[in-house]
């Protein structure tokens, strides 16, 4: 008794038909008289196929961006759109190119050898096959040049005791929640209060405006206590590390030199590229004794109008 193909088991059939798993030529033949009859599953065939080999031939294992993974696709949706409204022209004597074809490269020579209307012109369908292969490599490029961009130096080859690089890995731990705030309030009075009973030196706790929460974390790194101060606004965080500056002179911590000399002479240090994963700013002052480093996922320029308008 032969099989019997069904709706409910034809992907089933398709996939492996796609893998080379089917070795009965009866099977094989129904296979292909039900994709030459159906659209639907003719697209599902072609999709496969033309994903699997693309990938295989082309991306070898590079992992793809959601976005251009999603260009790709829709370029494919093109292609085998062009195929189902020519596959009546590339049928020779009744036959549909997946009988008559040995092979996936001889069925995708029968595919891209017929050409379309381009602009009112007739080009082979391998020319815009090419052109889509260009823009591939070419997006690809450019988004693994975006994403080589260095890093500041200072944090790429800071030590775990760089206030930089503390304050950056602090960063990312309250955006992963790993982080959990000891005291949240309005108001800033409050904030100050719990600071001052908890720690052994004056912490600034500046007002920013259409700021809507405040949370406060109290720890301490090498011996020396730390304060950690969190103001959020909509999607906005502005974070400021802040420690004695005499944790710098007995080596609890530490300041590039070329930093602290900018924070002399300007009066702040700022610079972006300070993580391989978020788009953030990095902002290094000193207020009085106390060393401040702070980090926000604000565009740099609205950082500093922050910065510049604490009171």
């Known amino acids: 008794m032969g099989v019997k193909i069904t709706k409910d088991n034809i992907d089933e059939y398709i996939t492996s038909y796609i893998d080379g798993e089917i070795n009965d030529p009866k099977l094989e033949k129904d296979i292909n008289d039900i994709l030459s009859k159906d659209d639907i599953l003719l697209r599902k065939y072609l999709s496969e196929t033309l994903t699997k080999r693309l990938i295989q031939s082309r991306i070898h294992h590079q992992e793809v961006p959601g976005n251009l993974f999603a260009n790709i696709n829709n370029s494919i949706e093109n292609l085998i759109d062009s195929c189902i409204e020519s596959k009546k022209v590339v049928m020779k004597d009744d036959y549909h190119p997946l009988q008559t074809s040995r092979s996936f490269p001889e069925y995708f020579k029968h595919i891209i050898s017929v050409p379309v209307n381009f602009i009112g012109f007739s080009v082979p369908r391998y020319a815009l096959a090419v052109l889509l292969i260009l823009i591939i490599f070419g997006t690809s490029l450019l988004l693994t040049r975006k994403n080589d961009s260095p890093l500041n130096p200072y944090i790429a080859n800071g030590s775990d005791k760089s206030i930089m690089v503390q304050a950056i890995n602090n960063f990312h731990k309250i955006l992963k929640g790993e982080f959990q705030p000891q005291i949240s309030s309005h108001d800033e009075n409050v904030v100050r209060k719990y600071l001052k009973d908890n720690l052994d030196y004056e912490v600034y706790v500046p007002c920013i405006e259409n700021c809507q929460t405040m949370s406060v974390i109290c720890n301490e ?91």
Not at 274 to 300: E, F, H, Q, R
């Open 221 to 311: 790194y090498n011996g020396q206590k730390i304060a950690h101060i969190v103001y959020r606004s909509g999607d906005n965080i502005f974070y400021i590390c802040e420690t004695p500056s005499k944790s710098l002179n007995n080596k609890c911590l530490e300041i590039p030199d070329p930093v602290h000399n900018e924070i002399v002479t300007k009066k702040f240090y700022m610079c972006d590229k300070v993580d391989s994963d978020n788009d953030c700013t990095m902002l290094l002052w000193y207020s009085g004794n106390v060393i401040c480093a702070s980090v926000s996922n604000m565009p740099k320029q609205k950082m500093y109008a922050t910065f510049s308008n604490f009171k």
